[in-house]
């Protein structure tokens, strides 16, 4: 269950992990360097990540000067078939394909065919959304993801189900946007769809034929194209590092928001392009264009660096290089099964690359392997960084008393406060109805902070931080992030409503499931069931995947639009049943599903297709019969778990506990049979 009472570790905390060696490539240098630090580095990442169980293949890759001088691949890409990986095996690589339709926007630029600073529905005049604002969306805010978008909206799968620019479509017109166009970026996937749609519209070619023409071939990208469950061929297969089940080749049809393959030299390739003196398919304005910052009013406002002020870029420099006088650009990507690091030095004309079949932040392998050929190259590498000194603490000014209260982050509610003496600040866990403390006492503290200079430190947890006005709203900052460097936001104050508004259901302490999930849908240690809960101390709100503000009895929006993968909610009751529609999912209460009971179970997928759900009423022996291309899952109410049992790698029988939960997905009249022993 997405338990999202649970507090969501907004410290970004990267598992600087590393891959496993099976294979070398040497290539030709391009000088006399040896790379001896960077082939050590590169094969000393991979290693970390493959005996620590967070992937089980990799592919790195390495240029200078436009040359690949260091590639090798890592594991195996078909176990059963003995197939190594090697320097033409693919992996998805995410959002790195983010940087391939921003390339394909500026070439439409240069032939004048599109301005960055349009609104996007002059191009996609369908394009509506519930909230008005939308109309001032331009081109460019789609690429610094500041357009206000809510965030995600798409299916990761085994099988190409669904069309992405109709789902998108829908679901915009019944969403509000997070906040006023161009004011914040906030990482925003739809935005790149869009942008997609935008190159098919005005080049009148598929994306992937446009990308082909016009940036692949040019470049020399022959293992490059779409996911790998759509192109097949020489990919590498994800296998689950616990159990070492291998899953279908994942398919992600929205090309530009993460849907592209490649391999770590094609990366390379394209990283090139941006350097003098690389291979030009863009003009040089936009080569200036995709390179320069593009801050937002809200990054103007922090003390440091920030992450997403670039076109497409995660970053277009960090500190800790930027003060040795070298400007470092970045892309990482993650699929749900598929990691993968870009990383460019233009001036230097040095790239980094690399992919993981796994779940982990790529810039993990690419930022060591960096430093070990800025080391070969002579260039200065930034120290390793130190743990701060703890300082003594100083009385919080009394001017700061106001930036206390209730916050939010991405998936929960807080408390920050003041000690009486004003000599600490703590964190305390906003608990859900039902959860509650005894009397007199308080939820757990979080994190606790002493003042000293103007920011908070908290030693424990390596963190420091300081408050903002950003317009109407208090914000607590992360003040340079450990691992990039860069201050980001951790929470964002709520207001206490005077007239808190009530749904027309009660929402403390239930579960909801999904109903409308496909047969081919990618559920990797990911749920199916939503918890929702209500606050004592904050009527008016709830959280349901994302902290909500109720507005009337059917619907809630954004409590926290500053973060990244919010939904709106919608509430209804049809047929007797309570429903509630969230982003591209919908919902019933988990509170009327039937109990299977002991020996054989019909059970049929209704008219409207939704998903049949079942409960085990005692610890049992399951075994399933369904047509071939639906799908049964058994799954367990704790989160980020394998499900007990998936059709998509799993046959047989199941021992499942008690309260377990059973789950046909099929098609209008499909029979399945559940046997329960």
Not at 317 to 342: D, F
Not at 495 to 514: H, T
Request: hydrophobic share 35%; with cysteine.
């Amino acid at each position: 269950m997405l338990k999202m009472t649970k507090f969501k570790n907004i410290v970004i905390e990267f598992l600087i992990f590393t891959f496993m060696f099976v294979i070398t490539i040497p290539q030709a240098g391009a000088s006399s360097t040896s790379y001896q630090n960077t082939k050590e580095a590169a094969r000393e990442a991979v290693w970390k990540v493959i005996t620590s169980g967070q992937g089980s293949s990799a592919t790195v890759a390495v240029m200078d000067g436009g040359k690949i001088v260091y590639s090798e691949g890592f594991g195996a890409a078909d176990r059963k078939a003995g197939r190594v990986v090697d320097r033409s095996t693919r992996f998805n690589i995410g959002s790195t394909s983010k940087m391939f339709v921003a390339v394909s926007v500026l070439l439409l630029v240069d032939e004048g065919k599109v301005n960055l600073d349009d609104p996007v529905v002059k191009y996609i005049p369908e394009f509506e959304m519930k909230d008005q604002r939308y109309r001032e969306i331009t081109v460019r805010m789609l690429f610094n993801h500041s357009s206000g978008l809510p965030g995600s909206t798409f299916l990761f799968g085994y099988d190409p189900e669904g069309e992405p620019y109709e789902m998108l479509l829908e679901r915009m017109k019944r969403s509000n946007l997070k906040h006023d166009p161009g004011a914040v970026g906030i990482y925003c996937n739809d935005g790149f769809t869009l942008a997609e749609m935008i190159v098919e519209r005005v080049s009148g070619q598929k994306f992937l034929n446009f990308l082909e023409k016009r940036v692949f071939q040019p470049l020399g990208m022959k293992d490059t194209g779409a996911s790998i469950g759509e192109s097949a061929g020489n990919i590498s297969n994800f296998y689950d590092p616990e159990t070492g089940k291998k899953y279908p080749p994942e398919v992600i049809l929205v090309h530009a928001a993460g849907g592209l393959s490649s391999t770590a030299e094609d990366l390379c390739r394209f990283g090139d392009s941006f350097s003098p003196g690389g291979k030009k398919i863009l003009s040089q304005s936009s080569i200036e264009e995709i390179l320069k910052s593009q801050p937002t009013p809200f990054s103007a406002g922090l003390r440091g660096q920030v992450i997403m002020d670039s076109f497409g870029w995660d970053y277009s420099l960090l500190p800790s290089y930027e003060e040795n006088g070298i400007k470092v650009y970045s892309k990482g990507g993650g699929t749900g099964a598929y990691s993968t690091g870009l990383q460019v030095l233009p001036e230097q004309r040095l790239v980094v690359a690399a992919s993981i079949s796994g779940k982990l932040n790529g810039e993990a392998v690419t930022r060591p392997v960096l430093n070990a050929l800025m080391k070969d190259k002579g260039l200065p590498v930034p120290e390793e960084r130190k743990k701060e000194k703890p300082v003594d603490p100083e009385i919080i000014p009394s001017e700061l008393s106001a930036f206390q209260g209730l916050y939010a982050n991405g998936g929960s509610f807080v408390r920050i406060r003041f000690n009486k003496e004003r000599k600490k600040m703590e964190v305390l866990q906003l608990l859900p109805e039902g959860d509650e403390v005894p009397a007199g006492k308080e939820g757990p503290v979080l994190m606790s902070f002493v003042y000293n200079g103007g920011s908070f430190y908290s030693f424990e947890k390596d963190l420091r931080g300081y408050f903002i006005r950003n317009r109407d709203t208090s914000c607590f900052i992360a003040e340079k992030d450990p691992f990039y460097g860069i201050d980001n936001l951790m929470f964002q104050k709520v207001s206490e409503e005077e007239e808190p508004k009530k749904l027309l259901a009660d929402m403390k302490d239930k579960i909801w499931l999904i109903r409308n999930l496909t047969p081919s849908i990618q559920l990797y240690r990911e749920t199916a069931m939503v918890s929702s809960d209500t606050y004592s101390e904050l009527p008016g709100y709830l959280t349901f995947m994302s902290p909500l503000r109720v507005e009337d009895d059917h619907s809630a929006t954004y409590a926290a639009p500053l973060f990244r993968d919010q939904s709106e909610l919608e509430i209804f009751e049809s047929d007797g049943t309570l429903w509630v529609k969230s982003g591209i999912f919908l919902f019933s209460d988990a509170e009327k599903t039937k109990v299977l009971k002991s020996g054989r179970n019909s059970v049929m997928i209704g008219e409207k297709g939704y998903n049949e759900w079942y409960r085990t009423g005692s610890g049992s022996i399951l075994s399933f019969e369904k047509p071939e291309k639906d799908r049964v899952m058994v799954l367990r109410e704790e989160s980020e778990r394998l499900a007990l049992f998936d059709s998509i790698t799993d046959d047989g029988e199941v021992y499942v506990p008690e309260g377990s939960y059973v789950v046909c997905i099929g098609q209008p009249g499909d029979m399945f049979t559940v046997n329960v022993k």
